[in-house]
């Protein structure tokens, strides 16, 4: 089989095509194409110590050196309006849009031509199945990559919302620079993060706001106006603090069994090791 006869095959492989138009026809009316959202955009200047150099030029992200998500979610949770109105508009679409795709892709895995190099469709010479060699493993790939993008121009392409963050970071004396997309359902899961810090961040100013100036004589007065760590009292000239063992940010509430006198420096000592 030819180069270019195995292309026509892939255009020929009516099976898979019939099915696929058939699914299209049931999702015609969602109108997918016409979604074409536009990119939001962000740069961030990172320290040099977070990246390295490349072999290919350009910037190279050390591993767990820069967190993608935790930025973006941080970005959502300053702007949580405007992403909380942006899914609202799309989400339901989306997964309607999910829910087609997956029908397409499970023809396409199952039918496709050029799924597996042992099982592609070969001439008398056996270019994929037995005489393996880099130019015919080469031409599988390449008709392996014509059938998605065939699979791709006949199938519904909408533009979801995107995000593009343009990183950027100077290593000795040269300048990098790169550009890294999250998808639509990388935003969903950046969002799902930020309502979490958001529901976290109340729950500690509300527990913060329990303790009143009352709430704090009655711990001193019960712990004996002295540090419950080293023992040292205001007249020792240290200053006396009303902390929470479990600290609220690890979910530690503003009940009495929960907080304790501590002086400054113990205080200070015990908050860096959490």
């Given at each position: 089989?030819?180069?270019?006869?195995?292309?026509?095959?892939?255009r020929?492989?009516?099976?898979?095509?019939r099915?696929?138009?058939t699914?299209?026809?049931?999702?015609?009316?969602?109108?997918?194409?016409?979604?074409?959202?536009?990119?939001?955009k962000?740069?961030?200047?990172?320290?040099?110590?977070?990246?390295?150099?490349?072999?290919?030029?350009?910037?190279l992200?050390?591993?767990?050196?820069?967190?993608?998500?935790?930025?973006?979610?941080?970005?959502?949770?300053?702007?949580?309006i405007?992403?909380?109105?942006?899914?609202?508009?799309?989400i339901?679409?989306?997964?309607?849009?999910?829910?087609?795709?997956?029908?397409?892709?499970?023809?396409?895995?199952?039918?496709?031509?050029?799924?597996?190099?042992?099982?592609?469709?070969?001439?008398?010479?056996?270019?994929?199945?037995?005489?393996l060699?880099?130019?015919?493993?080469?031409?599988?790939?390449?008709?392996?990559?014509?059938?998605?993008?065939?699979?791709?121009a006949r199938?519904?392409s909408?533009?979801?919302?995107?995000?593009?963050?343009?990183?950027?970071?100077?290593?000795?004396?040269?300048?990098?620079?790169?550009?890294?997309?999250?998808?639509?359902?990388?935003?969903?899961?950046?969002?799902?993060?930020?309502?979490?810090?958001?529901?976290?961040?109340?729950?500690?100013?509300?527990?913060?706001?329990?303790?009143?100036?009352?709430k704090r004589?009655?711990?001193?007065k019960?712990?004996?106006?002295?540090?419950?760590?080293?023992?040292?009292?205001?007249?020792?000239?240290?200053?006396l603090?009303?902390?929470?063992?479990?600290?609220?940010?690890?979910?530690?509430?503003?009940?009495?069994?929960?907080?304790?006198?501590?002086?400054?420096?113990?205080n200070?000592?015990?908050?860096?090791?959490?």
């Amino acid at each position: 089989m030819q180069f270019e006869d195995a292309k026509i095959t892939i255009r020929n492989n009516n099976a898979m095509w019939r099915e696929i138009e058939t699914i299209n026809s049931q999702y015609n009316n969602y109108n997918f194409d016409d979604i074409k959202a536009e990119p939001i955009k962000y740069e961030k200047r990172t320290s040099k110590a977070k990246y390295g150099r490349s072999s290919c030029g350009g910037a190279l992200v050390w591993p767990g050196s820069f967190d993608f998500k935790a930025f973006l979610s941080g970005k959502i949770y300053e702007e949580m309006i405007v992403y909380t109105e942006l899914i609202n508009k799309y989400i339901d679409i989306f997964i309607i849009f999910n829910e087609y795709k997956k029908k397409v892709l499970k023809v396409f895995e199952t039918r496709r031509l050029y799924k597996d190099i042992s099982t592609a469709p070969s001439d008398n010479r056996n270019w994929f199945a037995k005489n393996l060699s880099t130019t015919t493993e080469n031409r599988f790939k390449e008709l392996k990559k014509y059938e998605e993008e065939l699979l791709n121009a006949r199938t519904f392409s909408p533009q979801f919302p995107y995000v593009i963050l343009h990183l950027m970071a100077t290593v000795l004396y040269d300048n990098y620079d790169r550009d890294d997309k999250y998808e639509f359902n990388d935003i969903l899961e950046c969002y799902q993060m930020a309502l979490e810090k958001e529901g976290k961040m109340t729950f500690i100013q509300q527990q913060r706001a329990i303790i009143s100036d009352d709430k704090r004589y009655d711990i001193m007065k019960r712990d004996g106006f002295k540090c419950c760590i080293c023992g040292a009292k205001a007249t020792d000239g240290v200053r006396l603090e009303v902390d929470h063992i479990m600290p609220v940010s690890k979910g530690g509430k503003s009940t009495d069994a929960n907080l304790q006198t501590l002086c400054e420096r113990c205080n200070k000592g015990k908050r860096d090791k959490y």
